[in-house]
């Protein structure tokens, strides 16, 4: 599944089709449990009971354990059924089996996604992200200094963002800017946009906060090479706290 990104001013070769072959938790929480009610108002927490589906896969401290098992996740919450939905997307099979019973509202249900792209193939999709730019260091800065992110806050900004990651017909996987590009076109006029509550964390992670919106749609494939790497790694940033999962039917 893995795959090599086009340079950014040569077009990508999408090949005829692509297979995306991936494992899907389904797991539905009773949202007044503390287990549950922590991680919603917690996003170092959430990212906790995300990965404690996948205990011993690599060595524990990896820095990049997440990346290494390809896990994503997405969660949406019904406050009037009291329902955390959490999905987890993963490339190793998960065992739920230590998450408190009675944290549970109903049983895990565990799907494998086996799936073949082709160009020209329309697909409904749904994702929420983390939709930021990056601002330069200021003049004078220390070398090596990072910029600052700064997350977009209005719909019309978050479709500009999203835009910038489709992929036109004949358009290479890496834009000339180098965004990646997700392989798959979309009429980003009818593109459903919602902006979600940011989410963030108490000490020791002061300062986490992380801007989300829902974007839904159906994108067109024109590459399914490239389309296959952003359904396995996402796209965006802030995948470790459920943003950037893209979700297909």
């Known amino acids: 599944m893995n795959t090599t990104a086009a340079t950014p001013h040569a077009p990508s070769d999408p090949g005829r089709a692509a297979r995306f072959v991936a494992t899907q938790s389904l797991l539905t929480l009773d949202a007044r449990h503390p287990f549950a009610a922590k991680s919603l108002i917690d996003a170092q927490d959430m990212h906790r009971t995300v990965m404690s589906g996948f205990l011993g896969w690599v060595e524990e401290g990896s820095p990049d354990a997440r990346s290494q098992m390809g896990i994503l996740s997405t969660w949406t919450v019904d406050l009037r059924q009291a329902r955390l939905n959490l999905v987890v997307q993963s490339s190793v099979p998960a065992d739920w089996s230590g998450m408190p019973r009675g944290a ?12 073949t792209f082709r160009i020209g193939d329309r697909v409904d999709f749904r994702t929420v992200v983390n939709p930021v730019r990056s601002l330069p260091p200021a003049p004078g800065s220390p070398p090596k200094t990072r910029g600052v992110r700064v997350p977009h806050t209005r719909p019309e900004h978050v479709r500009t963002w999203f835009s910038h990651r489709l992929q036109p017909s004949g358009e290479p996987a890496v834009a000339p800017n180098g965004v990646t590009r997700i392989g798959a076109d979309a009429d980003t006029e009818r593109l459903a946009l919602r902006m979600l509550p940011r989410i963030s964390s108490p000490a020791p992670h002061k300062g986490l906060r992380i801007a989300r919106a829902e974007i839904k749609g159906t994108l067109t494939v024109t590459d399914p090479k490239a389309l296959v790497t952003a359904l396995t790694q996402g796209i965006g940033h802030a995948r470790a706290y459920s943003c950037g999962l893209i979700l297909v039917r």
């Open 104 to 115: 549970l509202a109903e049983a895990p249900q565990t799907l494998t996604v086996d799936r």
